[in-house]
């Protein structure tokens, strides 16, 4: 799963309280008003810096200027004094990239941002006891995470490792050279994403700043050699308002269907004791379902943040329209139509889901699926749900895939079979994705375990038995890790 705007009961205001009367008018946390307003301002920042800063008319070092400026003062806005530990971990890393071997800058650089997280996340609850917060200062740090991260091992491929020894997409993004100061807290702190992110990758974010953006992403997608003889500049306008539309739906559904549908029923004496297994299955599932929006409704607008700033370009689609989803965290449709546990989780948090990919997933010599949810839970912090939740995964994970590889290819021998395979797959998905993420929205072992008692652990049952019963196809370890260049050489040779 992947990183939250955390929401729940009760809340300690971190930020600014001059809209507080709003706050109250609504019947919303202060945290939450204060977020979606400077998510706000920060769109109409977007649109002025695209107009008025662009590369055309300023210098990279005013953009990287004014971003950061920006960035500073909405992370202070929502977050006040908190906002000094972003700044803290940005410094120390930075110290880190100067300081550091080439051949030990990205394993200082985790250990450092991973530990500084964990620590924060321990001590806003365990020890200076804030509670289940809404929106707090965890949030830009776990995206101020990634990037530097991120970061550290793209310096590594490019300064480090041998090009030989990279596969395609390493070498693409591997940076040649450290960054400066500016170029560096301009990356992690710029008003565009260090309120919601996502987190994106250096090159990128440079070759946006410098205006090379769109027309790389162009080239990179053979432009000229289809027949144009120029390179456009594409608008980001349609997409921007087909974002804040999303956006507007997301927020509806929010007001509307998740205060229907509170997460907390599911704690609710009538649900636990009094209401059978199928109809627990269910409500499980509109519940789930009604905690959506608000995921919804914070990584579209921060996409159309992105968008409306001009970064995010990613190219022609196939029909051949300009596309601007590079920095999109999800995917809703496929989210609501998924087949399967895989198709699910990779379009959910999709830049978390990748970044957990390059950092560990494709580096670590061994059990590469349990490593990734680990990685993942102790980025998201420290409440219990959390885990319960990605140990559920790894066995849902497990099972799902021997499930796949033993049983789909009998129904591809005709449409009818393909049909009903979707449709049980689909049903399937999303209820194993609905008990599954329950404990990360309950978040305390109590909630959860009267949960999964009242479900009788079914999916956990289930999924044990298909993982000791049914035969695991092995699939080697070289099959996972991605295709380096002396490997693809290799092959040709052959």
């Known amino acids: 799963m992947a990183a939250e705007p955390r929401s729940s009961l009760s809340y300690r205001t971190t930020g600014s309280t001059c809209l507080h009367p709003l706050s109250e008018l609504l019947g919303i946390p ?5 977020f979606v307003a400077c998510q706000l301002f920060a769109l109409f920042a977007a649109f002025w810096f695209r107009l008025y800063l662009s590369p055309g008319k300023t210098s990279p070092d005013v953009r990287h200027a004014f971003a950061t400026i920006f960035g500073i003062y909405f992370v202070i806005f929502c977050f006040g004094w908190y906002s000094v530990h972003l700044f803290v971990l940005v410094l120390m890393c930075y110290g880190i990239m100067v300081t550091a071997s080439i051949s030990n800058i990205h394993r200082y650089s985790f250990f450092v941002a991973m530990g500084y997280l964990t620590i924060c996340h321990i001590s806003r609850i365990y020890i200076f006891h804030y509670g289940i917060l809404t929106t707090d200062f965890s949030g830009p740090l776990m995206i101020v995470t990634q990037k530097i991260t991120t970061l550290a091992f793209q310096v590594h491929d490019g300064l480090g490792r041998r090009a ?50 769109t027309h790389m992403k162009l080239l990179e997608v053979n432009w000229k050699e289809k027949g144009f003889h120029s390179l456009p500049e594409p608008s980001p306008t349609g997409a921007v308002m087909h974002k804040l539309c999303m956006t507007l739906v997301s927020l509806l559904l929010f007001l509307t269907l998740t205060k229907t549908f509170p997460v907390t029923s599911l704690a609710d004496d009538w649900f636990v004791h009094e209401a059978n297994f199928l109809t627990r299955l269910c409500y499980l599932y509109v519940v789930m379902q009604a905690s959506k929006p608000k995921y919804y409704f914070a990584w579209t607008l921060a996409d159309a943040v992105n968008n409306a700033a001009g970064f995010g370009f990613s190219g022609v689609d196939k029909n051949g329209n300009f596309s601007w989803d590079l920095l999109s965290n999800l995917n809703i449709w496929k989210i609501e139509t998924a087949t399967s546990f895989k198709m699910y989780v990779e379009n ?12 560990c997933y494709e580096r670590v010599p061994w059990h590469p699926t349990v490593l990734t949810f680990i990685l993942s839970a102790l980025w998201h912090g420290v409440y219990p749900g959390y885990y319960f939740t990605f140990l559920t995964g790894i066995l849902v994970t497990l099972a799902a895939r021997t499930v796949r590889k033993n049983c789909r290819h009998y129904f591809l021998s005709s449409k009818a079979l393909k049909v009903a395979y979707d449709i049980v797959t689909w049903a399937a998905t999303q209820l194993a994705v609905s008990y599954t993420v329950a404990p990360f929205v309950m978040l305390a072992v109590e909630p959860t ?32 890790r991605p295709q380096t260049l002396n490997s693809v050489n290799k092959k040709k040779m052959d």
Not at 349 to 354: D, G, L, V, Y
Not at 454 to 470: D, T
């Open 164 to 213: 030989a020894d990279l596969s395609s997409e390493q070498h693409r993004l591997a940076v040649k050279a450290k960054p400066s100061f500016l170029e560096y807290v301009s990356y992690l702190l710029n008003f565009m994403s260090i309120i919601a992110g996502p987190c994106n990758n250096f090159k990128d974010y440079i070759a946006f700043i410098e205006g090379r953006h």
């Open 30 to 34: 202060l945290d939450q008003v204060n």
């Open 449 to 480: 375990i009267s949960l999964y008692k009242s479900m009788y652990f079914y999916l956990h049952i289930i999924s044990l038995l298909i993982i000791l019963f049914l035969p695991i196809k092995s699939q080697a370890h070289n099959q996972r």
């Open 348 to 359: 959910w948090n999709i830049q978390t889901a990748t970044w957990l990919k390059r950092v």
